[in-house]
């Protein structure tokens, strides 16, 4: 089945140690999402891709960076994750001009 | 800025009663709206959206939303839940202007047996 595929799925990282969260997708969808969701919040969109066409929210932290190496991969950079950055990620594709998005399970990162 | 407003955090039914829960949302411009829900462990997902025509739509298992422009609404509903529909429920909405949405705070519903 066509799918967003997000790994690991819980990531447990060390107070200032970089980890790096990537979501796939088999969609072949040209805008990629990475959302940041704490408990009992909404999604959070940090930023999004289309195409290789970078967008970044105005209230994303410098500490959050990431990557398109191809359409099919995004990755989500955490430089030096802190605790308040502990979360579930969630990364979602669409179509431009279809404007449903589809998302994957999530990351869920803790922050030791 | 756009943003999306639902008002009840907490909604406890029993199985067999009737849901409407509340989505309100700031734009003056034409705007996509979607429904989304999130059951335990699992990823977000669509229940239903609106792009155009018939204000009514109709989702998945059961549930409809109505766009109503004059209140800037776009209320879910069911006539009768399930202890299956125990989730999060969350509103999006999409400016046609912009490549984003915003989505709503969420409702968790909890449907005792």
């Known amino acids: 089945d066509a799918m967003v595929i997000q790994n690991p799925r819980y990531q447990v990282t060390q107070f200032g140690k970089p980890v790096t969260l990537s979501c796939s997708q088999t969609l072949n969808h040209n805008v990629m999402y990475w959302y940041q969701q704490k408990s009992s919040q909404a999604p959070k969109l940090l930023f999004h891709y289309y195409d290789k066409d970078f967008n970044n929210e105005a209230d994303t932290p410098d500490n959050f960076q990431s990557r398109r190496p191809n359409t099919s991969f995004c990755f989500l950079d955490i430089r030096s994750p802190g605790l308040g950055d502990a979360a579930m990620y969630l990364c979602?594709?669409?179509?431009?001009?279809?404007?449903?998005?589809?998302f994957g399970p999530g990351t869920r990162l803790l922050v030791l | 800025a756009q943003s999306v407003s639902q008002h009840n955090h907490h909604v406890i039914l029993s199985e067999a009663a009737s849901l409407e829960l509340g989505c309100n949302y700031s734009?003056?411009?034409?705007?996509?709206l979607f429904w989304y829900v999130q059951y335990p462990g699992q990823h977000l997902q669509l229940l239903l959206k609106?792009?155009?025509?018939?204000?009514l739509v109709k989702g998945i298992k059961g549930f409809e939303a109505e766009f109503i422009k004059s209140k800037f609404s776009f209320n879910l509903r069911k006539p009768s839940v399930q202890w299956s529909d125990t989730a999060e429920y969350f509103c999006a909405v999409n400016a046609l202007s912009a490549s984003k949405i915003i989505f709503g705070s969420g409702t968790r519903l909890s449907i005792r047996p």
């Open positions: 979602a594709t669409n179509q431009r001009g279809e404007e449903t998005q589809y």
């Open positions: 609106y792009f155009s025509g018939d204000p």
């Open positions: 734009y003056g411009g034409t705007v996509n």
